[in-house]
C-alpha cells in the first residue's frame, strides 16, 4: 500500500479518499454526509495532530458513531434534558457542534417559547456542513450558528449548555475560565451536559477501558493500523481528564450538583445544574 505523506494535520495533503481498495478522486463525492471514514486506513508516513478539517468534517458522522460509545444515547438524552431544562426566552449553547447533531436534537425537544440556540465551532468546515444539515430541517426554533473559538464568546441568559466532547479538546489550561464563563452565563436552575473521554485514576482500570473502547472499535470495522494511527495523531490534542477532576472543578466554580449520568468504558455524559 502507498505511503501517504502529511504535513501538519495527520492527513492534510492527502488528496485521495479510499473505498475498499479503490482509490477515488474527493471531488466526484459532492454527498459527503454517507462517507466512510478510512481516514487513518492507510499507513501515514509523517503523522501530525488529528484537526478537524474538510476530510473529517466530511466523514464526521461515521467516524463519531464508530469511535464514540453511546454518542447517539447521548444525542437523545440532550434532547430530553433540553425539554426538561430550557426556561422560557433563555438561550441554549451547543459548544463545539461540529455538525449540529446536538443543536438539531434540542431544536426538536425545545417545548419553550422566545428561545435562541447558539451552536458554535472554531473549525470551518464543520461550520459550513453543519449549515446545510441544520437547513434540511424545517424548524420555528431560531438558531445562531458561529465561527468561533468557544473560549471567546460571551455566554448570557443560559437555561442549557452542551459541551458535548469538545471540552478534552480545549487546553488544559483554558478549562476552567471556559467552565467559569458557562457557570456566570447560566440562568439559576440552568444546567451543563459535558460529555467527555475520560482517564481512570485507577491504572488498571484505565487500561481495561481503553481497551475495551479498541474492542469496540474493532467491532465497528476500524482496523488495527486505523485504531493506532488514530491515537498516535490524537495524543498530544486530546487530553482527558479524569470524571473526579470534572467534579471537583465544577463543584469549585459553585455548581450545586454535579455527576455522571452516563457512562460506557472511557466515554461519558456528566450533568452540572446552577
Ligand atoms: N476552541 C474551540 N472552539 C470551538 N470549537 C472547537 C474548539 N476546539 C475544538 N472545537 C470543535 O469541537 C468539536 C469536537 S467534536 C464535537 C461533537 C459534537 N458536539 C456532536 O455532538 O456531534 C468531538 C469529537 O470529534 O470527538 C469539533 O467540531 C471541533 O472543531
Ligand atoms: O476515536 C477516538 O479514539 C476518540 O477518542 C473519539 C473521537 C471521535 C471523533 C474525533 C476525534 C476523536
Redesign the pocket.
Known amino acids: 500500500m502507498a505511503l501517504i505523506k502529511t504535513t501538519h494535520c495527520a492527513y492534510f495533503t492527502i488528496p485521495l479518499i479510499l473505498r475498499g481498495n479503490t482509490a477515488v478522486n474527493r471531488t466526484q463525492h459532492s454527498n459527503t454526509m454517507k462517507e466512510k471514514d478510512h481516514i487513518f486506513a492507510a499507513p501515514i508516513e509523517r503523522l501530525g495532530d488529528?484537526c478537524?478539517d474538510h476530510q473529517?468534517a466530511d466523514v464526521?458522522p461515521d467516524?463519531?458513531k464508530r469511535?464514540?460509545p453511546g454518542y447517539s444515547n447521548i444525542i437523545s438524552a440532550i434532547g430530553m434534558m433540553t425539554a426538561r431544562f430550557a426556561q422560557p426566552d433563555s438561550r441554549l449553547y451547543d459548544l463545539g457542534c461540529s455538525l449540529g447533531a446536538a443543536t438539531q436534537e434540542m431544536r426538536r425537544n425545545l417545548n419553550q417559547s422566545g428561545c435562541r440556540i447558539v451552536a458554535v465551532d472554531n473549525s470551518a468546515a464543520m461550520v459550513e456542513r453543519a449549515r446545510n444539515h441544520l437547513a434540511a430541517f424545517r424548524s420555528d426554533v431560531a438558531v445562531e450558528l458561529l465561527e468561533a473559538d468557544i473560549c471567546d464568546i460571551h455566554i448570557e441568559n443560559a437555561s442549557v449548555v452542551v459541551l458535548n466532547?469538545t471540552l478534552?479538546?480545549i487546553e488544559p489550561s483554558r478549562r476552567e475560565a471556559l467552565l467559569s464563563n458557562i457557570y456566570n452565563g447560566l440562568k439559576p436552575g440552568g444546567v451543563l451536559i459535558l460529555s467527555e473521554?475520560f482517564v481512570s485514576e485507577d491504572n488498571t482500570i484505565n487500561e481495561l477501558l481503553i481497551d475495551l473502547?479498541h474492542d469496540f472499535?474493532r467491532a465497528n470495522g476500524y482496523s488495527e493500523l486505523e485504531?493506532s494511527q488514530?491515537?498516535t495523531a490524537?495524543e498530544n490534542v486530546?487530553r482527558p481528564d479524569s470524571p473526579e477532576q470534572h467534579k471537583a472543578r465544577l463543584g469549585a466554580i459553585g455548581f450545586a450538583h454535579v455527576d455522571m449520568w452516563f457512562q460506557c468504558f472511557n466515554?461519558g455524559s456528566m450533568v452540572a445544574i446552577k
Do not use: T
Open positions: 488529528f478537524f473529517v464526521f467516524m463519531i469511535s464514540v466532547f478534552q479538546f473521554k473502547h472499535k485504531i488514530k491515537r490524537l486530546l466515554f
